[in-house]
């Protein structure tokens, strides 16, 4: 029994060195998730609101012709995929697969938010209770000092998984209601063109 506890403890030791590199480079990512999601709620705030307001004024064939030739239209998913179903006019099954086709990329982008959220506190616990065994025998031989360096690095790795499991939450509830709002207006143009309404 002692020898299956002490490749265990073996193991689990080992993977410390991991543990820290993968939450550094996630803690990196999240800040790069924070830089992106930052321009990407700037190119909203000037973009999706004036689509959105002028898809009521406007005949919907001049919408989608101002949409494509808005500058960035490349940057944004809604004007790239309003000018693929202007183009996709009257063909309904091809229409239905444009909007699968953005709800496809749409996961995706959501998926690099959901990947923070789950592996943030899962590498936060990992490389808490890792150092907690060594800082336990430190208390118990009386290395006061082993103890406390162990339990510093168990503190620090559980703030960093969670600062990037907060960045991933609220990275993700904000780009989800943003792709609701955008699937929402996609298919409203979709309905229209397969009247032919454009």
């Not at 031989?141 to 620090?156: C, H, I, L, R, Y």
Request: hydrophobic share 50%.
């Amino acid at each position: 029994m002692s020898q299956i506890t002490s490749v265990l403890y073996w193991i689990s030791t080992g993977l410390m060195v991991p543990v820290m590199v993968f939450l550094l480079y996630f803690f990196v990512n999240a800040l790069w998730q924070i830089g992106r999601f930052y321009g990407q709620y700037i190119q909203r705030r000037r973009l999706h609101r004036q689509l959105s307001e002028a898809l009521d004024e406007l005949p919907l064939n001049e919408w989608l012709s101002r949409t494509a030739a808005l500058p960035k239209a490349s940057d944004s998913a809604l004007c790239r995929y309003a000018g693929l179903l202007h183009s996709a006019a009257g063909d309904a099954p091809l229409l239905e697969k444009r909007l699968g086709d953005y709800e496809v990329e749409a996961d995706r982008e959501l998926g690099r938010s959901k990947l923070l959220v789950k592996i943030g506190p899962i590498l936060g616990l990992m490389g808490t209770l890792i150092p907690m065994g060594p800082a336990l025998l430190g208390l118990a031989t009386g290395d006061v000092a082993s103890m406390a360096s162990n339990m510093q690095v168990a503190f620090a790795t559980t703030v960093i998984g969670l600062i990037i499991g907060a960045v991933g939450f609220i990275t993700l509830q904000v780009r989800q209601r943003w792709v609701a709002e955008e699937l929402n207006l996609l298919e409203y143009v979709a309905e229209k063109l397969k009247g032919g309404l454009a």
